[in-house]
């Protein structure tokens, strides 16, 4: 899903940008308060920088993604029986995995034990009084008890499958039916699928991925990691989402490489 260089990459991007700001900073404010109080140019410097992060939230979701690649808090999951490791930056149980329909391919019968991610906004609003998203990552953890069938990866490929294309036909139903009222077409929410079995550190995993473009014309990736417990036989369904696929994608990895049953 990503390899070790695109990591690389978003480390040495960010750390060049935070380096930047603060060189800048620093030697515009030795050059305009050069007798000032080392304390007082500190404070100075941590309140400028906080600013132009404030009005610059791009800056902030660069940094944010820096944190993501590089710093994680062990979660475990006591009802569910497993662990992960998600990344500082991200809230657990927020509102905002609600949004982004990370939900569709899960089973009605599914039971969620974790949904975390965050969000970043800008401070301009857009039409409708709506601000205006620079970027967000979302992570959810379900299971199905079992013992389940389909269990083979390939099975729940298949399975996982057929609910995104029985969505699929019924948007593209929806969407026939608004026509006839000039009403323009929903967009594709199931979007490209591609599945592959993966083994991921001993461990093999059905993943399925999709990209979409939304309601609001960005372009969002979806992740399914399907995987049967060898204990009790319960599908576990890890679910990722993100409008920033590039910088996310082997950040998703890691997580998934993290994820163990207890």
Known sequence: MGSTAAVANIEIFGILIVLGMIGGIVLFSNRLWPKVDPL????????????????????????????????????????????????????????DVRR??????????????????????????????????????NMRVDSVGGPVSPSSPEELLADLSARLTERKELVSKTSDMLSKYAVAPLPDVVGDVRSTVENVRGRIWAKTARTVNAFDGRER??????????????????TFSTDHGPQYLPIFRKVIRSFNFI
Request: hydrophobic share 45%; with cysteine; aromatic share 16%.
């Open 40 to 95: 007082k140019k500190w404070i100075v410097e941590t309140v400028v920088i906080i600013l132009i992060l404030l009005v610059n939230p791009l800056s902030l979701f660069r940094i944010v993604c820096l944190i993501d690649g590089n710093f994680a808090s062990k979660y475990r999951n006591a009802s569910g029986k497993f662990s992960v490791d998600v990344p500082w930056t991200w809230d657990i149980n927020t509102e």
């Open 100 to 137: 982004d329909s990370d939900f569709m391919g899960i089973p009605e019968s599914a039971k969620t034990h974790l949904r975390a991610g965050f969000r970043i906004s800008s401070r301009f609003f857009e039409d409708y009084g709506r601000a205006r998203t620079v970027g967000y990552a």
């Open 221 to 238: 990736t979806f992740v399914y990691y399907q995987i049967v417990s060898p204990a009790n036989g319960a599908l576990y369904i890890v």
